[in-house]
């Protein structure tokens, strides 16, 4: 799996905008590069966490989630390890300083996954779309 270096740029971009609080959405690819960012609906975000009403999720595949950890811890928590294990293959935490060298892809185990950033060709429009 990858991630489209402009795609990895917004997320680190809205975490560092968004710190102290965290920040978390949900992650779409496209074929086997993560590309897209879904903020779902009535997620509150605070400075301990950020909960996600995934009741609120539109019916759309998903394929992990993306929050911030604005202390700069990038180990998943607890309540994360739960969250992964319900909600996708992929899960990226990115802590401060919110950098290129500043987050982690984790699989649903809470294991540490290999993620090449790649420069993606986002089309006008995406077919479907």
């Given at each position: 799996m990858k991630i489209a270096k402009?795609?990895?740029?917004?997320?680190?971009?809205?975490?560092?905008?968004?710190?102290?609080?965290?920040?978390?959405?949900?992650?779409?690819?496209?074929?086997?590069?993560?590309?897209?960012?879904?903020?779902?609906?009535?997620?509150?975000?605070?400075?301990?966490?950020?909960?996600m009403q995934l009741f609120m999720l539109p019916n759309i595949h998903t394929i992990g989630t993306v929050h911030s950890h604005p202390s700069g811890s990038r180990r998943p928590s607890g309540e994360d390890l739960e969250l992964f294990e319900r909600k996708g293959k992929y899960h990226i935490i990115v802590g401060a300083p919110f950098d290129t060298s500043s987050w982690t892809c984790y699989n649903y185990k809470g294991e540490p996954v290999k993620l090449d950033v790649v420069d993606y060709e986002f089309k006008e429009k995406e077919e479907g779309w």
């Open positions: 402009d795609t990895l740029s917004f997320i680190l971009e809205v975490s560092k905008s968004t710190a102290p609080m965290e920040f978390a959405g949900m992650l779409q690819a496209k074929g086997d590069v993560i590309t897209d960012v879904v903020i779902v609906p009535g997620t509150e975000s605070g400075e301990e966490s950020a909960t």
